[in-house]
């Protein structure tokens, strides 16, 4: 009887896709594509590359092919005997392997944690993005009505919003972008970001280091410098107890002088005060370090701007563009952006997915170990407070686990200017792939050495079929 | 207890070659702390020397020697041309004499470019940009003057532990006691250039008194005499030196017997003893630098070219004693050869000197299981490509005959286990890199370029099996497949520079690798030519 030439293309094909031949470039194609990948990365980033390369439909649409010339390469030796042993477990191992993998990028949890020391944290930091619209009404209240999954690095934003009279569009996307603070005179603006704003220069022969500081109507800016504080503030302001302390602060009707008092923990209080003009330097007190007003407006608008980079450095981050009735603002990755209308507010942010842990986690005490006479660190752990659990250690190499959630030292921050830490990031971790991951990667590894070392036995013993 | 055992076998060796034939041998074994952590005062001016003046020796005296003198008397030094510098483009910048490939100290802080050169380069390094050659060549200079002075001024020699804290004290944090007793070592310092034997005696006085007074400030940190003997003897013995060597001979002599028409067994007998002495030569410098720095030697490019080579050895040996088909141990020979000159003769890319770890490597067991089963796959690939050159050899001059085609399938199984070793290895890196961060895989370049290479001799397994490729092809595709390797073994770190896998980096040679991956191209591009025009 003869066969149908449907029936014979689909025999064709059936033998295609269990081929040699097709594994040969499969194989080939994955390596080719990997190749790019790095040279991507070494380009731009790891982010860049994976977007772009490792997570793309060549390389899925690749894997597919893979899977299927596994699968019906399996079949193609129907009926298995003693001697395929090997070879099926080789085989069927990596279509495991690429299951575990599977279920890892489609129900795992990759995401960080950043925890401050002495405070707490329950926002786990995801690696995928959302862009959000709120507004903010007189009574600050805030409503949200855009919340969106966005991933401009793979689909160019298009995000068009029209709100009564006010139109909110996402008109430009950055990958590499290196943010400038600019810092403006507003005279004659009324806009309730407009406030007074400073520069400041703090320096001795070992630190040195520049500063805008602006105040809100409510609070006064402060900036942690260590052992002690650098404050601005607008107008009156209640020194903290038992605290190292610089206070500047504006004088009204005064455009150019500032009032400044500096406070000692040591000597229990106020040790200097005077007035201040820009240009003018003055002796803090501690450790011989200096004070300089580099330069004071009294009424400023400080607005960041985002400079396109052809390539990233550890620097740069990626911004948006948002045009607001026609005016240009730029948002960066994990900024919010104000944008005023008459009595209401939107808050627009652009930032990583927040995943809620369901309990709060405080890092109650954070340890860096140093090589001896070096500021190389050898080790560091983080001593938390997990809500449920108690206190726990997480140290390099040593994890904590918890509710599926498992919690890795990842690494920490410092503060540039003592070199002593100021946070710990946890990695935080859920894989239900990853059983699946490492039975595959066993499978293979046995097969491989039954198909290698064992096969002539096999062979024999499986009453000398043909190969 | 072992290592206690280890430590009573070495130090037999060790006291022994440190005859009194130099009396200013006592001198290198003080102690300084420096880089995160204890060394003798030899390895520290080996060291700075080597990174000054591009040796370990200058002017036929010894690196200790030398460095001293930079303390004794800076203003000899300040004028004189030792400070290497080689690269044109920079010293072009510094519009610096192009013939030299030296300068002196004082011609390099005085030239009127110098502060916009390092200004920029801290202006890229505050950018926290990726440095490029001619940058990393500023940043080199800019290390070599900042330990030149820092020697001269004395900060950076470290000699005397603190009472409390763990940043040893340096010349010019000596109390009047300390001073003193520095004073006479430099004294007895000076005795010995004047008049070498009979200085000899106060010489070892004056360092027994200042070791004693190191020691005196706080014993608890102060290290054992034996820990820095034996550092300063694996120093003096150089013993992959001394490996390489025997390779050689070895090679030669299996060469000998493969071509010789008689006495072929008696040079085959001594071509496994040349073999097994350059092994025992590498495995106690290997088990020295265990001890040292009481880790597994695996966590630089330097540390990893001398291990690889040692695997490759090793598996060489077994495929010879399996199989006996001569070449196996030829090849590996060559591969010992190649890999220990590389490490003895690149001591500015390879950095030879014994480092503390990064932190994440510090949980050894899953490093060494890691590192150690990649590692040895790629000795087993070395060893195939070097099977590979000589297999073609073989069908370049006899065509397809039985020997080539055996030599060919023992490549194969050599293969088998490089790619098992390299899958076990990957997924293995992959649990460890799960359990320290919870990631099993994350595409880094340098796991990518792994799976790459895997994948590569995958193709050839596969192509193989289907008979795409016969067993001339399969060697061919042997030897390029190779440059995977290199790939991921040499061109991630010091190509693409960048990942995770950071902590192993560092810059040049890249000139040489090319060389080496191209003349071998260009070997089977003649190989397939010739072989093609034959089988006509």
């Known amino acids: 009887m003869k066969k149908s030439p449907f029936k014979i293309f689909l025999r064709k094909v059936y033998i295609f896709l269990g081929s040699l031949k097709l594994a040969v470039v499969v194989i080939l194609s994955v390596a080719v594509i990997a190749a790019v990948g790095t040279i991507y990365e070494a380009q731009y980033n790891a982010e860049t590359a994976q977007k772009l390369v490792y997570h793309s439909w060549w390389m899925k649409g690749t894997l597919i092919f893979m899977a299927l010339n596994l699968i019906v390469s399996v079949l193609h030796r129907y009926p298995w005997k003693k001697k395929h042993i090997g070879f099926m477990t080789v085989h069927a191992g990596i279509l495991v392997l690429m299951f575990g993998s599977i279920l890892t990028s489609r129900y795992g949890v990759d995401g960080s944690l950043y925890l401050e020391i002495n405070s707490s944290n329950r926002w786990v930091s995801m690696s995928d993005y959302e862009f959000s619209i709120w507004l903010a009404d007189a009574n600050s209240r805030a409503t949200p009505f855009l919340v969106q999954p966005v991933d401009f690095l793979v689909e160019p934003p298009n995000i068009d919003v029209k709100v009564g009279e006010d139109r909110i569009q996402v008109t430009d996307f950055v990958p590499y972008a290196y943010a400038r603070t600019q810092v403006e005179p507003a005279e004659g603006k009324e ?57 500047l602060k504006t004088l009204n009707n005064n455009k150019e002088t500032l009032s400044y008092e500096v406070y000692s923990k040591s000597k229990n209080g106020l040790i200097k005060k005077g007035k201040i003009k820009a240009g003018e330097t003055i002796e803090t007190g501690w450790m011989n370090i200096q004070l300089r007003l580099l330069s004071y407006y009294p009424k400023a608008k400080i607005e960041q701007t985002f400079e396109a980079l052809k390539h990233p450095t550890p620097l740069t981050t990626s911004a948006v563009a948002i045009d607001y009735n026609g005016e240009k603002h730029w948002l960066g990755l994990n900024g919010v952006l104000k944008l005023f209308k008459e009595n209401a507010v939107y808050f627009i942010t652009y930032a990583n997915r927040r995943l809620d842990l369901g309990f709060n986690i405080d890092l109650d005490h954070f340890e860096v170990g140093r090589y001896q006479g070096t500021v190389r660190a050898a080790s560091y752990k983080s001593l938390v407070n997990v809500e449920g659990l108690g206190q726990r250690e997480i140290s390099m190499n040593e994890p904590l686990k918890y509710k599926g959630y498992t919690f890795y030292q990842a690494s920490f921050q410092e503060d540039p200017n003592t070199g002593q830490p100021t946070a710990s990031i946890l990695s935080v971790n859920k894989d239900p792939g990853r059983w699946w991951k490492y039975l595959g990667a066993l499978m293979i590894v046995i097969g491989a050495m039954l198909m290698f070392y064992l096969g002539d036995y096999l062979k024999k013993s499986s009453g000398g079929a043909k190969s | 207890m072992r290592w206690k055992f280890l430590a009573i076998v070495l130090s037999i060796f060790t006291f022994y070659p440190s005859a009194q034939a130099n009396p200013m041998e006592p001198i290198k074994f003080l ?159 000076m005795g010995v250039v004047a008049d070498g034997g009979k200085g000899a005696g106060e010489m070892s006085e004056a360092v027994k008194d200042f070791k004693s007074y190191a020691q005196s400030q706080n014993a608890e940190l102060y290290p054992a005499d034996q820990l820095m003997a034996i550092e300063v003897h694996y120093n003096e013995l150089d013993p992959f030196f001394w490996a390489w060597v025997s390779y050689l001979l070895a090679a030669i002599v299996m060469g000998a017997s493969m071509i010789a028409t008689a006495g072929q067994k008696r040079w085959y007998a001594l071509a496994w003893i040349f073999t097994l002495l350059g092994v025992a030569f590498h495995s106690y410098g290997f088990g020295l630098r265990i001890y040292l720095t009481g880790r597994p030697p695996v966590s630089n490019m330097y540390e990893s070219v001398v291990w690889v080579s040692w695997g490759t050895l090793l598996f060489g040996m077994i495929f010879e004693w399996i199989y006996r088909r001569k070449y196996l141990l030829l090849s590996a020979n060559i591969v010992g050869v190649i890999c220990l000159i590389v490490a003895s003769l690149a001591p500015t890319i390879l950095d030879p000197s014994l480092q503390p770890l990064e932190p994440v490597l510090r949980s050894n067991m899953w490093l060494t299981i890691h590192v150690l089963t990649i590692t040895l796959s790629y000795s087993t690939f070395f060893l195939a490509l070097l099977l590979g050159d000589v297999g073609l050899l073989y069908f370049l001059k006899d065509g397809a005959d039985k020997k080539a085609n055996d030599l060919a399938q023992a490549t194969y199984r050599v293969i088998q286990v490089g790619v098992v070793l390299l899958f076990a290895g990957t997924v293995l890196g992959g649990i460890w890199a799960d359990y320290s ?55 991630v770190n010091y190509v693409l520079g960048v990942g995770l896998h950071s902590y192993g980096f560092g810059g040049g040679g890249i000139p040489f690798v090319a060389a080496f991956i191209a003349i071998h191209l260009i070997y089977i591009i003649f190989a397939a030519t010739v072989y093609r025009s034959k089988k006509k």
Do not use: C
């Not at chain 1, 602006?214 to 107008?235: C, E, H, S, W, Y």
């Not at chain 2, 799976?451 to 590569?456: D, E, K, L, N, V």
């Open chain 1, 191 to 247: 806009d309730p970001s407009v406030m007074p704003a400073v520069r400041v220069q703090l320096f001795n022969d070992r630190i040195n280091m520049t500063e805008w500081m602006q105040p809100t109507k409510t609070r006064p800016d402060i900036k942690a410098l260590g052992p002690a504080n650098m404050v601005f503030a607008n107008g009156a302001y209640e020194p903290t107890k038992n605290a190292n302390e610089l206070v």
């Open chain 2, 31 to 189: 102690v300084v702390q420096d880089a995160g952590r204890l060394k003798p005062y030899d390895t520290f001016a080996r060291e700075s020397l080597q990174l000054i003046y591009g040796r370990a020796k200058m002017e036929g005296k010894e690196a200790s020697e030398i460095i001293f003198t930079w303390i004794l008397a800076p203003e000899l030094w300040e004028e004189k041309d030792f400070v290497q510098l080689k690269r044109k483009d920079l010293k072009e910048a510094l519009k610096l004499d192009l013939k030299k490939d030296r300068f002196s100290p004082k011609e390099l802080i005085e030239n009127d470019r110098i502060n916009l050169v390092m200004q920029d380069l801290r202006n890229k390094v505050d950018a926290k940009e990726k440095l490029d050659p001619y940058f990393q060549a500023v940043q080199r200079l800019d290390h070599q003057l900042g330990l030149f002075r820092g020697i001269v001024a004395g900060h950076l020699l470290r000699l005397v532990p603190p009472q409390e804290g763990s940043s040893w004290k340096s010349l010019n944090e000596l109390d009047a006691e300390g001073l003193e007793k520095f004073s006479r070592l430099s004294r007895a310092f």
């Open chain 2, 437 to 491: 961060w919870g990631r099993f895989w994350g595409w880094d370049p340098k796991e990518t370029w792994a799976f790459i290479a895997f994948m590569g001799y995958m193709a050839i397994l596969h192509a193989k099996k289907a008979g795409y490729i016969r067993n001339f092809g399969f060697l061919v595709s042997v030897v390029v497949a190779f440059s995977l390797v290199v790939m991921a073994w040499y061109g």
